[in-house]
């Protein structure tokens, strides 16, 4: 506990200072928005010096010898640990957490719209208690799978002792508590209520607790930056002697895509947000029309950075489905150039696509025609993941556990937010569409659908080999049956009150709606309580499950082939690959780990 | 190997009919009261058509593959897969044929439709701000959202010249009934072109209404304006009657 | 940057570890380049490629001449690293510390000029502000990281052997370096 306690101390101790200096140097009074921003700055840098950073790597730069810091057990994942797995670990139950929590912000949601005129909030709260959802939920897509099985796995599935830059790996975990911590405290400064998009100039005018959101969404970007360059490293540097490219997993393939698309437009976020803090507090005019600026820049410096996050969110969910349906079909994976190809050209071709969102801004006519070519390009890559995944599984021998059941939902729930992002990507139908409850449904359902049931499917899948123990069968099956179908029964109803009139983000909408609203109301609660079982199972099985075997799958892939949990090191000595990864019935096929090199040498 | 093949098959035909059943039977938008609600109306009906067997597609193989494909314990390995290249560039044949084909039509086509031609008959300027319209009639009178309602001529094209208040945040002006919309931008001048094609009113359907579509703080669900598409007599005596009460 | 089909062996040594940082930096700097990439696109979207009168011309071509000598003393204090001259290596990245002082210094008295004819609340003015002002928090960072090498290198404790620190930073100080040559024209020659 002692490193927490420090660096909350130090954290505290910082934001002082930072509030302070910009109390004395500036007009801004102490609780101001420039004391928000210079204290969360030395906050964070106090934060993280405190929970280890100093004596990991901070005393190095001044001349010392830097200092590990041991543990055992639990208290490994309460401190700057470097290991991979236990970052892994960290991300992963700090993203459920936060998940829950904006899960529960959502069911206050629904209680709000179960009837059409204004129940539990007033129309300001909701529109902030709306923003504080859209934000943690983007968190937990964007590094939710990233986060957690991209640390915990890439390293694993390539034959590595850890990550390229293990300091770098702990410095980005723990970044993201002060950001979770600064959204949630935003509502002491007068919260934030203008989406987690943020478009000015709402949200250049709006309350102080913009600034909060600003500077903790930055900070997770350059967390969310740190991470995709690791992966990215490791992946190219880190793979033992016989991983060839074409022999990675595919879901390393995937966090590979996804990690470049977080390592370089991520900075248009950034650049967005540091854009409205300086319109904000330098008097500056990037989008205040008086001084010439304009609303239209923000959204596409947010865009291009925005839209490719879905993929940054969505291309790790592939590959742990495909990863899941390959080992759970017994088949090789269908067409794995052309998966690895289509990662690649995702990634590719969703960086230009992002003015789609913009058919209805008023943006230059002669931008909307290429905008609307590309971005239904998208769909022929994506159209290949479909091919990939119900080529695996056609006349497989399929073992139906809870991961592959959750897979078979995903792929369920995916394909039905990438038909109906044709019609979004459609600019005739968008105009439509557009700032609708239909694009509430199509993106809750790509990215719910493309993200959140694939952590849950990976959370299942690779319990074992985090815990060390089974998660029990029976009530994971029941979890995800019922997660899917009332998911179905919330969201199906929430395309047509769109198509019917209601907008988005909105407290209050038409009487005439009322009724298929309470519907969707009803049943978002009742998949609300799945997370119950979802939780206790978990809890539960990390406790008192029976004991996991080091390969419960019989996988043929790396993670598999050590013990369940993988020692310190991941391997007890330097690694090499021989065969493919899902050479399933593959006749005369080498296994993947050929041999565990002489431990001597 | 051949059984499963038309098995599925058979199963995705019906599971596509079934669908376009459904599709061609259901009504689900709101009264379409302009040229333009239509051609939106239009474009929805045929993607949704072309969506109908590539949903059912996917779909039919899963169900298929949950019911016939399944195995015990996970030892069993599957078969060797055959004809990965000539599979997959059927498939690239047909998803690139069907996104060229929707590209065109609804895509290109809906998009010089719905933009349309020529000049307007009629212009009228819309000016949001927190949290209310201002609509400027052509006779220079201009009308509230707090008080008034937005009173249009059928079968005559309108051009809507949107913007909203400097410095103010931004708004969408949105009818639901003429389905499509445009962001009124501080300091920028939007147009959108609408023929509304018949009469109505909001006391009639709650969708003929103005209804601001883009976030705009505390008034933004309640930013709406009521609508009445009247014939051009009626439309002439309201821009009368409002100029006579001295605007 | 190794992208062969073959890949590296576990447990080499040191210049793995090398090229595995050096591969991080250009990482990093692919990273950055789109920050100011989003900028500088900016500056475009909102004022095109106008330029008020008011600009001090003579200062900033100073300033740009004063950041690429900086660069040269850099490299040669990389270089005399490299080659163990532990003298060459502190008065030339004493040098560029100079250098880049004097950048910084030049910039504020730049800043104290363009306030009065073009304020932040104008759009030349933000674009200017906001870009010249990032490239000046890079700087700084640079100053800061040149000056931990020229503390923790005053024992001679870098040299041949453990190079990368120095290499690092000194690669740092030439994206920036670069990162100014294009923000350069894009602020003041258009």
């Given at each position: 506990m002692w490193p927490l306690i420090r660096g909350t101390l130090s954290g505290i101790v910082g934001y002082m200072v930072g509030a302070l200096i910009a109390t004395l140097t500036t007009t801004s009074t102490f609780s101001g928005e420039f004391a928000l921003v210079l204290g969360f700055v030395f906050g964070l840098l106090g934060w993280l010096f405190g929970i280890g950073m100093w004596n990991a790597w901070g005393r190095e730069w001044v001349g010392l010898t830097p200092k590990t810091e041991k543990a055992e057990g639990w208290r490994r994942y309460l401190r700057f640990n470097t290991d991979h797995k236990v970052i892994g670990a960290q991300y992963l139950v700090t993203m459920l957490i936060v998940f829950l929590l904006a899960g529960l912000v959502a069911m206050a949601m629904r209680a709000e719209l179960a009837s059409p005129g204004q129940n539990l909030f007033t129309a300001d709260v909701y529109n902030k208690v709306m923003s504080m959802h859209g934000i943690l939920m983007i968190a937990v897509a964007v590094a939710g799978i990233l986060g957690a099985f991209g640390n915990y796995l890439v390293p694993l599935m390539i034959g590595a002792d850890d990550m390229a830059f293990p300091r770098i790996n702990a410095l980005g975990y723990w970044m993201v508590p002060p950001v979770a911590i600064a959204l949630l405290a935003a509502p002491l400064v007068g919260s934030f209520d203008a989406g987690w998009t943020a478009y000015p100039p709402l949200s250049v005018l709006n309350g102080d607790g913009q600034v909060l959101f600003n500077v903790a969404v930055i900070a997770f970007g350059l967390s969310s930056i740190l991470g995709g360059l690791n992966i990215v490293a490791t992946v190219i540097t880190m793979r033992a002697p016989g991983m060839t490219w074409s022999k990675l997993p595919i879901f390393v393939w995937a966090a590979f895509a996804a990690s470049i698309l977080s390592l370089t437009v991520t900075q248009f976020f950034a650049a967005s947000l540091i854009m409205i803090l300086l319109d904000r507090i330098a008097g500056t005019t990037w989008f205040g029309a008086p001084g010439g600026g304009t609303a239209l820049l923000y959204e596409h410096v947010f865009w291009f950075y925005s839209h490719p996050a879905v993929y940054i969110m969505v291309l790790p969910g592939m590959g742990v489905i495909l990863e899941i349906i390959s080992h759970f079909s017994r088949k090789p994976l269908f067409a794995y150039k052309a998966v690895v190809v289509s990662f690649l050209s995702i990634a590719g071709i969703g960086s230009v696509v992002w003015a789609h969102h913009m058919f209805t801004s008023g943006m230059a006519q002669n931008l909307e025609g290429p905008f609307m070519a590309l971005t239904e390009a998208v769909s022929i890559p994506t159209g290949v993941i479909f091919l990939a995944a119900v080529g695996t599984l056609w006349r497989g021998k399929l073992w139906f556990q809870t991961p592959l059941l959750l897979a078979f939902f995903w792929i369920f729930q995916f394909l039905i937010g990438g038909i109906t992002g044709v019609f979004l990507a459609d600019f005739v139908t968008d105009l439509s569409l557009h700032d609708t409850y239909f694009v509430v449904a199509h993106f809750h359902y790509t990215i719910v659908g493309g993200s959140i049931f694939a952590l849950m499917a990976g959370t299942f899948y690779w319990f074992p080999k985090v815990t060390g123990r089974m998660y029990n069968e029976k009530l994971g099956k029941i979890f995800a049956t019922w997660f899917f179908v009332f998911f179905q029964l919330t969201f199906i109803p929430l395309f047509w009150v769109g198509l019917n009139g209601m907008n988005r983000r909105v407290a209050t909408y038409q009487d005439n709606l009322g009724g298929v609203n309470r519907f969707a109301s009803m049943m978002a609660m009742i998949m609300g309580l799945s997370f119950v079982l979802f939780v206790v199972n978990l809890l539960w099985s990390a406790k008192f499950g029976p004991v996991a075997p080091a390969n419960p799958w019989n996988a043929?892939?790396?993670?598999?082939?050590?013990s369940s949990p993988p020692p310190e090191h991941n391997f007890p000595s330097p690694p090499s690959v021989d065969g493919?990864?899902?050479?399933?019935?593959?006749?005369g096929a080498p296994t993947h780990l050929r041999e565990v090199a002489d431990p001597v040498g | 190997m051949k059984k499963d093949i038309v098995n599925a098959t058979l199963l995705w035909i019906v599971l596509s009919i079934l669908g376009w059943i459904l599709v061609l039977n259901w009504n689900i938008f709101p009264p379409a009261l302009a040229r333009e609600a239509r051609i939106v109306d239009d474009a929805f009906n045929l993607l949704t058509v072309l969506a109908v067997p590539v949903f059912t597609f996917v779909v039919a193989i899963l169900i298929y593959a949950a019911f016939r494909f399944r195995s015990p314990g996970g030892l069993e390995d599957g078969p060797p897969i055959q004809d990965t290249g000539r599979i997959l560039t059927a498939w690239l044949v047909v998803t690139i044929a069907l996104a060229g084909g929707i590209l065109i039509n609804p895509g290109f086509v809906g998009m010089s439709e719905v933009r349309g031609e020529g000049g307007a008959d009629v212009v009228i300027g819309v000016t949001g701000q927190r949290w209310s319209w201002t609509i400027s009639y052509p006779n220079g009178v201009d009308v509230t959202s707090y008080t008034g309602e937005l009173v249009l001529p059928v079968d005559q094209r309108i051009q809507f010249d949107i913007t909203s208040l400097d410095p103010d945040v931004i708004h969408s002006f949105w009818i639901p009934a003429f389905r499509i919309k445009k962001d009124a931008v501080p300091g920028r001048i939007t147009q959108m072109f609408i023929t509304p094609t018949e009469t109505g009113t909001f006391a009639e359907d709650p969708n003929v209404r103005v209804q601001c579509?883009?976030?705009?703080?505390?008034g933004h669900a309640q930013m709406s304006m009521k609508v009445r598409v009247v014939e051009q007599a009626e439309f002439d005596a309201y821009l009368d009657e409002i100029l006579a009460e001295g605007g | 940057m190794t992208t062969s089909a073959e890949p590296i062996q576990h447990g080499a040594g040191p210049s793995r570890q090398r090229r595995i940082n050096q591969l991080g930096l250009w990482l990093f700097f692919a990273s950055e380049t789109f920050l100011f990439g989003a900028f500088i696109s900016s500056r475009f979207i909102t004022s095109q490629t106008s330029t008020p009168e008011d600009l001090n011309q003579a200062l900033a071509l100073a300033l740009t001449i004063v950041l690429l000598l900086s660069s040269i003393s850099a490299y040669l204090a990389e270089t005399a690293n490299a080659h163990d001259d532990h003298r060459g290596f502190r008065i030339y990245t004493v040098a560029t510390i100079t250098l880049g002082a004097l950048f910084l210094g030049g910039v504020a008295l730049e800043w104290k000029e363009a306030l009065e004819y073009?304020?932040?609340?104008?759009i030349y003015g933000t674009a200017f502000f906001s870009l010249v002002g990032l490239h000046a928090f890079h700087v700084l960072t640079g100053l800061i990281a040149l000056a931990v090498i020229l503390f923790l290198g005053k024992e001679g404790r870098f040299g041949s052997k453990d190079s990368w620190p120095v290499e690092g930073v000194i690669k740092y100080w030439h994206f920036v370096d670069l990162a100014w040559v294009i923000i350069y024209p894009t602020l003041y020659l258009f």
């Amino acid at each position: 506990m002692w490193p927490l306690i420090r660096g909350t101390l130090s954290g505290i101790v910082g934001y002082m200072v930072g509030a302070l200096i910009a109390t004395l140097t500036t007009t801004s009074t102490f609780s101001g928005e420039f004391a928000l921003v210079l204290g969360f700055v030395f906050g964070l840098l106090g934060w993280l010096f405190g929970i280890g950073m100093w004596n990991a790597w901070g005393r190095e730069w001044v001349g010392l010898t830097p200092k590990t810091e041991k543990a055992e057990g639990w208290r490994r994942y309460l401190r700057f640990n470097t290991d991979h797995k236990v970052i892994g670990a960290q991300y992963l139950v700090t993203m459920l957490i936060v998940f829950l929590l904006a899960g529960l912000v959502a069911m206050a949601m629904r209680a709000e719209l179960a009837s059409p005129g204004q129940n539990l909030f007033t129309a300001d709260v909701y529109n902030k208690v709306m923003s504080m959802h859209g934000i943690l939920m983007i968190a937990v897509a964007v590094a939710g799978i990233l986060g957690a099985f991209g640390n915990y796995l890439v390293p694993l599935m390539i034959g590595a002792d850890d990550m390229a830059f293990p300091r770098i790996n702990a410095l980005g975990y723990w970044m993201v508590p002060p950001v979770a911590i600064a959204l949630l405290a935003a509502p002491l400064v007068g919260s934030f209520d203008a989406g987690w998009t943020a478009y000015p100039p709402l949200s250049v005018l709006n309350g102080d607790g913009q600034v909060l959101f600003n500077v903790a969404v930055i900070a997770f970007g350059l967390s969310s930056i740190l991470g995709g360059l690791n992966i990215v490293a490791t992946v190219i540097t880190m793979r033992a002697p016989g991983m060839t490219w074409s022999k990675l997993p595919i879901f390393v393939w995937a966090a590979f895509a996804a990690s470049i698309l977080s390592l370089t437009v991520t900075q248009f976020f950034a650049a967005s947000l540091i854009m409205i803090l300086l319109d904000r507090i330098a008097g500056t005019t990037w989008f205040g029309a008086p001084g010439g600026g304009t609303a239209l820049l923000y959204e596409h410096v947010f865009w291009f950075y925005s839209h490719p996050a879905v993929y940054i969110m969505v291309l790790p969910g592939m590959g742990v489905i495909l990863e899941i349906i390959s080992h759970f079909s017994r088949k090789p994976l269908f067409a794995y150039k052309a998966v690895v190809v289509s990662f690649l050209s995702i990634a590719g071709i969703g960086s230009v696509v992002w003015a789609h969102h913009m058919f209805t801004s008023g943006m230059a006519q002669n931008l909307e025609g290429p905008f609307m070519a590309l971005t239904e390009a998208v769909s022929i890559p994506t159209g290949v993941i479909f091919l990939a995944a119900v080529g695996t599984l056609w006349r497989g021998k399929l073992w139906f556990q809870t991961p592959l059941l959750l897979a078979f939902f995903w792929i369920f729930q995916f394909l039905i937010g990438g038909i109906t992002g044709v019609f979004l990507a459609d600019f005739v139908t968008d105009l439509s569409l557009h700032d609708t409850y239909f694009v509430v449904a199509h993106f809750h359902y790509t990215i719910v659908g493309g993200s959140i049931f694939a952590l849950m499917a990976g959370t299942f899948y690779w319990f074992p080999k985090v815990t060390g123990r089974m998660y029990n069968e029976k009530l994971g099956k029941i979890f995800a049956t019922w997660f899917f179908v009332f998911f179905q029964l919330t969201f199906i109803p929430l395309f047509w009150v769109g198509l019917n009139g209601m907008n988005r983000r909105v407290a209050t909408y038409q009487d005439n709606l009322g009724g298929v609203n309470r519907f969707a109301s009803m049943m978002a609660m009742i998949m609300g309580l799945s997370f119950v079982l979802f939780v206790v199972n978990l809890l539960w099985s990390a406790k008192f499950g029976p004991v996991a075997p080091a390969n419960p799958w019989n996988a043929r892939t790396l993670e598999w082939q050590v013990s369940s949990p993988p020692p310190e090191h991941n391997f007890p000595s330097p690694p090499s690959v021989d065969g493919g990864p899902y050479d399933y019935g593959v006749v005369g096929a080498p296994t993947h780990l050929r041999e565990v090199a002489d431990p001597v040498g | 190997m051949k059984k499963d093949i038309v098995n599925a098959t058979l199963l995705w035909i019906v599971l596509s009919i079934l669908g376009w059943i459904l599709v061609l039977n259901w009504n689900i938008f709101p009264p379409a009261l302009a040229r333009e609600a239509r051609i939106v109306d239009d474009a929805f009906n045929l993607l949704t058509v072309l969506a109908v067997p590539v949903f059912t597609f996917v779909v039919a193989i899963l169900i298929y593959a949950a019911f016939r494909f399944r195995s015990p314990g996970g030892l069993e390995d599957g078969p060797p897969i055959q004809d990965t290249g000539r599979i997959l560039t059927a498939w690239l044949v047909v998803t690139i044929a069907l996104a060229g084909g929707i590209l065109i039509n609804p895509g290109f086509v809906g998009m010089s439709e719905v933009r349309g031609e020529g000049g307007a008959d009629v212009v009228i300027g819309v000016t949001g701000q927190r949290w209310s319209w201002t609509i400027s009639y052509p006779n220079g009178v201009d009308v509230t959202s707090y008080t008034g309602e937005l009173v249009l001529p059928v079968d005559q094209r309108i051009q809507f010249d949107i913007t909203s208040l400097d410095p103010d945040v931004i708004h969408s002006f949105w009818i639901p009934a003429f389905r499509i919309k445009k962001d009124a931008v501080p300091g920028r001048i939007t147009q959108m072109f609408i023929t509304p094609t018949e009469t109505g009113t909001f006391a009639e359907d709650p969708n003929v209404r103005v209804q601001c579509a883009e976030l705009c703080g505390q008034g933004h669900a309640q930013m709406s304006m009521k609508v009445r598409v009247v014939e051009q007599a009626e439309f002439d005596a309201y821009l009368d009657e409002i100029l006579a009460e001295g605007g | 940057m190794t992208t062969s089909a073959e890949p590296i062996q576990h447990g080499a040594g040191p210049s793995r570890q090398r090229r595995i940082n050096q591969l991080g930096l250009w990482l990093f700097f692919a990273s950055e380049t789109f920050l100011f990439g989003a900028f500088i696109s900016s500056r475009f979207i909102t004022s095109q490629t106008s330029t008020p009168e008011d600009l001090n011309q003579a200062l900033a071509l100073a300033l740009t001449i004063v950041l690429l000598l900086s660069s040269i003393s850099a490299y040669l204090a990389e270089t005399a690293n490299a080659h163990d001259d532990h003298r060459g290596f502190r008065i030339y990245t004493v040098a560029t510390i100079t250098l880049g002082a004097l950048f910084l210094g030049g910039v504020a008295l730049e800043w104290k000029e363009a306030l009065e004819y073009f304020p932040p609340g104008t759009i030349y003015g933000t674009a200017f502000f906001s870009l010249v002002g990032l490239h000046a928090f890079h700087v700084l960072t640079g100053l800061i990281a040149l000056a931990v090498i020229l503390f923790l290198g005053k024992e001679g404790r870098f040299g041949s052997k453990d190079s990368w620190p120095v290499e690092g930073v000194i690669k740092y100080w030439h994206f920036v370096d670069l990162a100014w040559v294009i923000i350069y024209p894009t602020l003041y020659l258009f």
